[in-house]
């Protein structure tokens, strides 16, 4: 295995994925601290080693370290790794800004699109840190296996090659293998509206039907978002790698997903709110839908997957009338 550049990592969110890579970056040789909002969950986390409700059966080694103190996380990181629902993105960075240090990298793995601006959360952090080297982490990850260390492929995108080829360096180990990319925003594109198209592969498997159906989710679902991404100004065969497809995949297929999952809830007549609270955990796919519909309105692209979901979470159509509305459109070519 390549050598790496040992130092301290700060790890900005406790919850599954975040446990995931710290037990990761721990193994790497790196100093470790986890940053989570409340005084109790630190003392929670450090006396369990990890996060039991949200990531069980997996220990974290001693050495790593968990403060709600941003100024103790931070301080002396050469990197910091935001973990955190992309609703809270914004509020966080404005509180890690007094305590990076400089020349530090920050590495993104929030998935979403931040409903107010239409901004990707790359472009968030970039606002309320004023322009640091943004690395965006994202790919087929579940937490659940990283957390194990079963093998996963992941994509490390920035603007700065230099940037990303670091990321690169400190996140690679025999289980877990970085790209590096550029296109930024088709990255944050794929990871952000695969959870939408997800949750309507949930629907439909919670509506009973089979694999033919959900193939056609996703091979329909990697359609729009690949039409997005070529009007937002992404290259297309962005969508065809980790971040398109791999990530699509495995969010419509896994009962790892929470996505999929509520989909499945709502399927089965849960409404949005019952089957948020169910999963017990933050469905990224709600807090995405109406910025992916937005996204197509405003560069007129034809979404009918996407449009489908928001009036299932948000307009109060049944998920069945919305499936046949989506099988009885009009005829038209591939």
């Not at 629907?203 to 033919?212: C, I």
């Not at 995949?249 to 509520?262: D, G, L, P, Q």
């Not at 049944?318 to 046949?324: E, F, G, S, T």
Request: hydrophobic share 45%.
């Amino acid at each position: 295995m390549m050598s790496k550049k040992k130092g301290k990592i700060g790890i900005i969110g406790a919850g599954s994925f975040g446990i995931a890579l710290a037990r990761l970056l721990s193994s790497n040789g790196f100093d470790v601290a986890v940053w989570t909002r409340s005084a109790e969950n630190a003392r929670k986390f450090a006396e369990a080693h990890g996060n039991p409700e949200k990531l069980p059966g997996v220990i974290l080694p001693a050495s790593v370290q968990f403060s709600c103190s941003m100024e103790e996380v931070l301080s002396d990181a050469l990197l910091s790794v935001i973990v955190l629902p992309s609703v809270h993105v914004r509020e966080t960075a404005r509180l890690m800004r007094p305590f990076l240090k400089p020349g530090a990298l920050v590495t993104d793995c929030a998935k979403g699109i931040e409903e107010s601006s239409l901004l990707f959360l790359s472009d968030v952090i970039k606002e309320e840190l004023d322009d640091p080297s943004v690395v965006v982490l994202s790919g087929p990850s579940h937490a659940e296996e990283v957390g194990l260390g079963m093998p996963t492929a992941i994509v490390a995108a920035s603007d700065d090659p230099a940037a990303a080829e670091e990321v690169q360096e400190i996140f690679m180990s025999p289980s877990f293998r970085v790209y590096t990319g550029g296109d930024v925003h088709g990255v944050e594109l794929g990871g952000a509206l695969k959870n939408v198209i997800a949750l309507a592969s949930g629907v439909a498997d919670g509506l009973g039907y089979g694999d033919n159906t959900k193939a056609a989710m996703i091979t329909r679902g990697i359609a729009e978002i690949g039409r997005l991404g070529a009007a937002m100004g992404s290259e297309i065969t962005t969508f065809a790698g980790l971040t398109g497809i791999g990530d699509l995949i495995v969010t419509c297929t896994s009962m790892h997903s929470r996505n999929r999952r509520a989909g499945i809830l709502i399927g089965q007549g849960m409404s949005v709110e019952e089957a948020c609270a169910e999963i017990h955990m933050v469905v990224e796919g709600v807090n995405s839908a109406r910025a992916a519909y937005l996204l197509s309105q405003k560069y007129k692209v034809s979404m009918p997957i996407i449009t489908a979901v928001n009036e299932v979470l948000f307009f109060g159509k049944k998920p069945a009338d919305a499936v046949a509305e989506l099988m009885l459109r009009d005829k038209k070519a591939e």
